[in-house]
């Protein structure tokens, strides 16, 4: 296990390679109108400047601004649950980008199923979502500090994220840990932090998986549904 910057190896994976971007507006617990703000500073902006990337988000209206005032032309209408009935062309990608997405929804084994349309078992999938045992979420809650993320239904550990993973079709490749980019703002809290996740990585606040689909496995967009039914506790 690994801890490194989040969009670097992103990017890293991603680069020169035809690349699906789920959630691709990012900043999802903000206004939409600070979130067309930040568009440059977006992780699909520098997708966009280093893969030929497709983009896919729920938002119209963010989809609509960056048309008409000439942001992004590769972004497309769906959401992560039903992807079969997005505006996304049906093709196959090298590599999916899901960057903290899967802690907003709320039945992510529709979003993984969906992908199969857009995936061989040569394709790579990268799942990025905050560590629900990262240092700094013991910290803060013990100092009562603890907040979720506004839109958040969902909390993952390396386990239960794998275990999702292989229940819809997917073997795990790597199970990592990285940094978001604003930590840096922290100044001497994120390098003191930085040196200590880099030799704990576990710990890291935030989880960066890949995996692959199994050659022997063919979802279908239903079967979320029909493991709900056959999994009744």
Known sequence: MKFFTRNDQILKLAGGRNVLH??????????????????KRSLHYALTKEANTIGVDYSRAAI?????????????????QDLGNSDVPTRTFDVVVAGDIIEHLSCPGLFLDGLGRFMSSDSLLV???PNA?????F?????GRFREGLEHVASYNNQNLTQLLERHGFSV?????????????????????????SAMPRFGGT????????PSIKVSPKSCL????????
């Open 173 to 197: 490749v790597s199970i990592d840990t990285c940094h978001q980019e604003h930590a840096r703002t922290a100044g001497l809290a994120f390098h003191i932090g930085k040196r200590v996740l």
């Open 207 to 214: 989880l960066f998986v890949t995996a692959r689909l199994k």
């Open 133 to 137: 045992f990262g240092l700094a979420n």
């Open 64 to 80: 609509e601004y960056f048309r008409e005032h000439g942001l992004f032309d590769n972004v497309y209408f769906g959401d992560a």
């Open 127 to 129: 799942v990025t979502t």
């Open 139 to 143: 910290v803060r809650y013990f100092r």
């Open 22 to 39: 789920v959630g691709c507006v990012g900043f999802a617990d903000l206004p939409t109108e600070q979130r067309v703000a930040l568009a």
């Open 226 to 233: 029909r493991l709900s039914r056959d999994n009744r506790i």
